[in-house]
């Protein structure tokens, strides 16, 4: 809320803003959210296992990998995609 009151005073743009906190109100950001379909969400905790494996070795073997997997298939920009996780289980059924 704070970031939107910033860019509405450096571009001029009125709205619904606190000036004395500095921030846009409760409202706009409901229906900004409205607008453009997003939702706030909590953040989870990170499991042990999974903050053990994000470590130095296994991003550079990531990356190293991606980059191979680039060089050798030669996918178009067009043909690659960020995969969002956030309805994936990683729960055994």
Known sequence: M???FEY???TGVAGRF???RKAADKD???SFCKWYNLS???PEQ???VRA???NKVQVTWFYNNLKSCCLEKKFPAHRKFN???TVISTVPH
Do not use: I, T
Request: hydrophobic letters at 45%.
């Open 8 to 10: 509405a005073d450096v």
């Open 83 to 85: 995969m969002d996780e």
């Open 40 to 42: 706030v969400r909590n």
């Open 52 to 54: 053990m494996g994000f």
């Open 18 to 20: 606190n000036n004395e």
């Open 2 to 4: 704070k970031v939107a």
């Open 28 to 30: 706009w950001l409901k």
């Open 46 to 48: 990170c499991s042990v």
